[in-house]
């Protein structure tokens, strides 16, 4: 409550970008391993034009048994958010490039990436190789990104408030550039 009343007067301004080509859709994913059958807390963040349209923090509802299998369901999970953001702004008659979507897990990637079988992650659910198909059907772009560099991180993580600061400020900033067309 402390920081809701603290932050009161703060907020994110949407605004237009100079450039059509600037509305690029990307989808920050992040999971931490949670170890001994505890379920893993998941984070997205989704950008339009670099800025956060939408975002969530939730626990998993399955148990993950590694790191990155608990990387790549919530990777699913930010496919799924990518899909629907793409779906809505084609109903505005608004094209995007394929939206990105970033992940910090090297495994998570490469298991996306390739459909050959992989004996360690062959309990993986099918539904979460809808992630998988998206990349293979050219609708969605995944790109690996190191931990630092992914703002997710303040949805799963407990950060200092130097990093929280900084990214606030990296939002602050692309929203008040002058943007008149």
Same mark, same amino acid.
């Given at each position: 409550m402390g920081y809701l009343y603290s932050t009161r007067y703060e907020g994110l301004t949407l605004r237009k970008p100079m450039k059509k080509d600037q509305l690029e859709v990307v989808v920050y994913a992040d999971a931490p391993y949670r170890r001994e059958g505890a379920r893993s807390q998941?984070?997205?963040?989704?950008?339009?034009? #670099?800025?956060?349209?939408? $975002? *969530?923090?939730?626990? /998993?509802?399955?148990?993950?048994?590694?790191?990155? %299998?608990?990387?790549?369901?919530?990777?699913? %999970?930010?496919?799924?958010?990518?899909? $629907?953001?793409? /779906?809505?702004?084609?109903?505005? =008659?608004?094209?995007?490039?394929?939206?990105?979507? !970033?992940?910090? #897990? !090297?495994?998570? *990637? #490469?298991?996306? /990436?390739? +459909? !050959?079988?992989? $004996?360690? +992650?062959? =309990?993986?659910?099918?539904?979460?190789?809808y992630l998988r198909q998206q990349c293979q059907r050219g609708l969605l772009t995944i790109k690996t990104i190191p931990r630092k560099e992914n703002p997710a991180d303040i949805l799963t993580k407990l950060l200092p408030m130097s990093e929280i600061s900084a990214w606030k400020a990296n939002w602050l900033s692309s929203t008040r550039r002058d943007t008149s067309i």
């Open positions: 998941t984070g997205a963040l989704l950008t339009l034009g #670099n800025q956060p349209i939408r $975002w *969530y923090s939730r626990r /998993q509802d399955i148990v993950s048994l590694s790191i990155t %299998e608990a990387e790549y369901i919530m990777d699913c %999970e930010g496919a799924k958010d990518a899909a $629907w953001i793409r /779906q809505f702004l084609q109903q505005l =008659h608004i094209t995007t490039p394929a939206p990105v979507l !970033k992940t910090d #897990n !090297k495994g998570a *990637y #490469n298991l996306a /990436q390739t +459909s !050959k079988f992989l $004996w360690r +992650s062959h =309990h993986i659910e099918h539904r979460y190789h």
